[in-house]
C-alpha cells in the first residue's frame, strides 16, 4: 500500500504550528512558532496579538514544515486543519491557510477538533488499543474521555468550571509567577512540601466530573490571611500543597474510571500532562496494574500540529471530508 502523508495545521490559541506526517504515526516534520513572548507581560494570551501574530508566521512556518520534510504540497494526500476550540481570530487564519492550499492543490480538507488532536499526539508514540480512557488537562480543559474505537469519544466527567491548567495559570498569578504559570507551579512543588491541607473537590460519589475553583479560591484565601497576619507562607509548599491536591483528584478519579470501564489504556492529554508531578504519580499508580499508561513526551503535550495531522489521518481514513465552506468554531464539540 501507498504511504500517507498528511499535512497538520494548528492556530487555535498562541502557537502557529505545521507539520507533516506519514501513516497517522510518523512525525516528518513538526514546526512550532510559540508567542508566549508576546503574551507574557499581559498575563494571559491576548486574542487580537495571537491573530496578527499568526497572520505573520504561517507562510513562513509552512514553508519550514515543507523545507525540512524535503517534500512540497504535491507529496501531500490531504490538509488537516484545527477548526475549534479556541479563539476564533486564531482559528480563522490555520482554516483558511488549510483551505487556500488545499483547494489550490485540489487537496482533501479535514476538520479536526482540537481535542481530539491532543489525545491522537499519543498515536504518534504507540497504537491505541480500544477500549481507552483519555484523560485530558489543558489550558481550557479537563476531561475523562472515553473511547471504544478510533474517532468516537464519549465524555464521561468534565470539570464544571476552571480547567486543570487554568487553575494552575491563576494560582501562579497570585504567587506572581510569570505566564503561563503551570511549569513554574510544577518546578516549585518539587522543592516544596505539603503542610497545608487545600480541599479536594470528590464531588458526588459516582461522579467523574472536576471542579477547581474552590482550591483556587482556599488558595488565595490562605495568602492573603496569611499576609494579614504577617505570617510568612513559603511559595514551594503553596505550589507543593496545591499541586497535591489537582494529582490527588485527577488520578483517583482516572483511575477509577479505567476499572469501571474496564479500559485497556489510559492516555494523558494536553499541556498539563507536561506535569512532573502528574506524571510520576500516574506512573506509581499504572504500574502494577493491567491497564497500559500512556503519556505523551513534552513537545507532543503541548500545542503542535502533529497531533492534528494524526488525528487528522484517522478521519481522513474514515472517510471525513470538509466542505469549502468549513468554518472556524470557537466552541465546536467533540
Ligand atoms: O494544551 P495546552 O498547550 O494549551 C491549551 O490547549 O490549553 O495547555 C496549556 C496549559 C497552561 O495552562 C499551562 O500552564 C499548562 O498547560 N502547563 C502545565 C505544565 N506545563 C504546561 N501545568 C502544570 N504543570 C506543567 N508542567
Ligand atoms: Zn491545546
Redesign the pocket.
Known amino acids: 500500500i501507498k504511504d500517507q502523508y498528511i499535512l497538520g495545521i494548528e492556530t487555535?490559541?498562541d502557537?502557529t504550528a505545521v507539520a507533516i506526517v506519514k501513516n497517522g504515526t510518523e512525525i516528518i516534520s513538526n514546526v512550532v512558532a510559540s508567542q508566549i513572548e508576546s503574551h507574557k507581560r499581559f498575563g494571559g494570551v491576548v486574542p487580537e496579538i495571537a491573530s496578527r501574530h499568526h497572520v505573520e508566521q504561517m507562510t513562513i512556518v509552512l514553508e519550514e514544515a515543507f523545507t525540512k520534510a524535503k517534500m512540497t504540497i504535491d507529496d501531500i494526500d490531504a490538509v488537516a486543519v484545527t477548526e475549534g476550540p479556541?479563539l476564533v481570530g486564531a482559528l480563522l487564519i490555520g482554516v483558511n491557510t488549510a483551505k487556500a492550499l488545499a483547494f489550490a492543490n485540489s487537496k482533501p480538507l479535514i476538520g479536526v477538533h482540537?481535542i481530539a488532536g491532543?489525545i491522537y499526539a499519543n498515536q504518534l508514540e504507540k497504537e491505541f488499543s480500544f477500549p481507552l480512557l483519555a484523560l485530558v488537562?489543558?489550558?481550557?480543559?479537563t476531561e475523562l474521555i472515553l473511547m471504544k474505537d478510533h474517532g468516537s469519544f464519549e465524555i464521561i466527567g468534565e470539570t464544571r468550571d476552571d480547567?486543570?491548567?487554568?487553575a494552575?495559570?491563576k494560582v501562579?498569578r497570585t504567587l506572581q509567577l510569570p505566564y503561563?504559570?503551570?511549569?513554574f507551579?510544577?518546578k516549585l512543588a518539587q522543592e516544596g512540601k505539603e503542610t497545608i491541607d487545600f480541599p479536594r473537590a470528590w464531588l458526588e460519589q459516582d461522579s467523574y466530573d472536576f471542579s477547581f475553583s474552590g482550591l483556587k479560591s482556599a488558595v488565595i484565601n490562605k495568602l492573603h490571611n496569611a499576609e494579614q497576619r504577617n505570617e510568612v507562607l513559603e511559595k514551594e509548599d503553596i505550589a507543593a500543597s496545591f499541586q497535591a491536591s489537582v494529582i490527588d483528584v485527577l488520578v483517583t478519579k482516572t483511575l477509577k474510571a479505567a476499572i469501571a470501564y474496564d479500559v485497556k489504556q489510559v492516555i494523558v492529554a494536553?499541556?498539563?500532562a507536561?506535569?512532573?508531578?502528574?506524571r510520576k504519580e500516574l506512573e506509581a499508580k499504572f504500574v502494577a496494574s493491567p491497564i497500559e499508561l500512556l503519556i505523551p513526551p513534552l513537545y507532543l503535550?503541548?500545542?503542535n500540529a502533529a497531533m492534528i495531522a494524526a488525528a487528522g489521518t484517522v478521519a481522513y481514513n474514515q472517510g471525513h471530508r470538509a466542505a469549502w465552506d468549513l468554518n472556524a468554531n470557537p466552541s465546536l464539540s467533540l
Do not use: R
Not at 137 to 141: A, Q
Open positions: 487555535s490559541c502557537e479556541g482540537h491532543h488537562v489543558s489550558g481550557g480543559h480547567a486543570a491548567g487554568e494552575y495559570d501562579a503561563p504559570g503551570g511549569p507551579i510544577d494536553g499541556g498539563v507536561a506535569n512532573k508531578g502528574l503535550c503541548t500545542d
